[in-house]
Every structure is written in C-alpha cells, then in structure tokens.
C-alpha cells in the first residue's frame, strides 16, 4: 500500500517569491510519482513526473521537483511564482505510472 | 492531441436517480480508472478497467457499477444516488506498459440535490 502526505494544506505566498510544496510518500515498492495542478473547477493537469533516471525532474509552467528516495520526498519547487500560479496542488504516488494514490492536495494562493 | 473525453460535463440528479458517467479515452489506450473527488477532498480511486474486464477496485460503492466497451469506451453507473455522490468524477486512461502515465479527463461534474 502507498500513502501521500502533503503536509501544507495552503501556502500563501507573494508574486515573484520562490515556492516550495512538500511531498512525503511511503511505499514498500518502487514508486512512480507526479505533481498535478488543478484550477477552480477545472480537471488535473499533470505538471510533472518521476519515472525513472534523473532526480531533478523539471515540469511545464517553470515547476521542479526533486525525488529524493531517502527522505523518500518529492518537493515541487519554483524559484518565481506568478498570480495564475494560484491553485490547488497534488502530489500523487503509484506503484504503477497510472493508478495512483493522491494526497489532500495543497492549496497556492499567490498574491501581489 | 487527442485527450480523454468526458460526458456530460455537469449533471444535476435528484436523490434515489441513476446516473451514467462515460469516458471516451486517448485512442489506443486499452486502460480506463474512475476516480471520485468530493468537494475539498483528493481524488480517491474507484475502479479500473483493462481490455474490457477489471483490473482493480477502490472504495467504489456497491450502488456503483461499471464495465469497459469493444471500443474501449467506458461508462460508470450510479443508482440510488445520495447527496454524499455529489463529487467531480475523473476518467484517466493509460496504454499498457511499464512507464506509461494515466491521461486524465476534465471531469464530470455530478450534483445530487
């Protein structure tokens, strides 16, 4: 079994600031793991993936994340955040790259 | 690109009606998972489907069923609706394989009043 924990239910934080949202997952197996941004009711848009091969995994819309196993962590990051930024973030985990187990998501909000 | 289409979009049902939520996937995908999403809540799994038979159960509930076409359409029936259905219903498909991520579609929004 797998579970996420997205310890930060909201993060405020000023346009043009750095960002980072933290993942936690735990899994007696190898992992697949992914950040997926959903805005006000709208559906998930995957904003990045670790598969395999490199850690520092770089997503769409200027997102990072590192996959660290040992931590076993997977923080998203982004150096500059912009008003649109603003959502609802989920860190999501699966033994396979497609049934996934999601965390309570945490909530961006940016500001000016 | 082709994406994962969903139908309706939004549906408004009374209590103790049917529903009938259909996903269209990625063509070629042979893999389709119903996940739920109630209001404030994450995505929780429901049900998957491969080359038309099932391949996993979530915490899908027993009023709740669902099958995967010839044509890899899938459909989700829910009866007997209760207030707690009232949620966005995601359709995700996948091609088979080791590294292969699941689509996902933008949702049917499902209200029960």
């Known amino acids: 079994a797998q579970s996420v924990t997205q310890l930060d239910s909201q993060v405020p934080v000023f346009e043009e600031a750095p960002v980072e949202l933290r993942c936690n997952y735990s899994?007696?197996?190898?992992?697949?793991l992914f950040w997926y941004v959903q805005y006000p009711n709208q559906g998930l848009q995957l904003l990045l993936k670790?598969?395999?091969?490199?850690?520092l995994v770089k997503g769409i819309n200027g997102f990072e994340a590192e996959f660290n196993k040992s931590q076993t962590s997977f923080h998203l990051r982004k150096p500059s955040v912009h008003i649109s930024d603003t959502a609802e973030y989920f860190c999501?985990?699966?033994?396979?790259?497609?049934?996934?187990?999601f965390g309570t998501g945490t909530r961006l909000q940016v500001t000016l | 690109a082709a994406g994962v289409i969903q139908s309706p979009r939004h549906l408004i049902k009374e209590k103790r009606e049917t529903a009938t939520l259909k996903c269209y996937p990625i063509?070629?995908?042979?893999?389709v998972y119903w996940y739920q999403q109630g209001p404030g809540q994450d995505p929780q799994f429901l049900i998957s489907?491969?080359?038309?038979?099932?391949?996993d159960k979530g915490s899908i509930p027993d009023r709740f069923s669902a099958q995967q076409f010839s044509d890899y359409h899938s459909e989700l029936n829910m009866s007997s609706l209760e207030l707690g259905d009232s949620a966005l219903y995601f359709c995700?498909?996948?091609?088979?394989?080791?590294?292969?991520?699941?689509?996902f579609g933008q949702g049917t929004r499902l209200t029960v009043v």
């Open positions: 995700a498909s996948s091609l088979t394989g080791i590294n292969t991520e699941a689509f």
């Open positions: 999501a985990v699966g033994s396979t790259a497609s049934k996934l187990t």
């Open positions: 063509p070629r995908h042979d893999t």
């Open positions: 899994s007696s197996v190898s992992v697949y």
């Open positions: 670790y598969l395999s091969g490199s850690t």
């Open positions: 489907f491969y080359e038309k038979m099932q391949s």
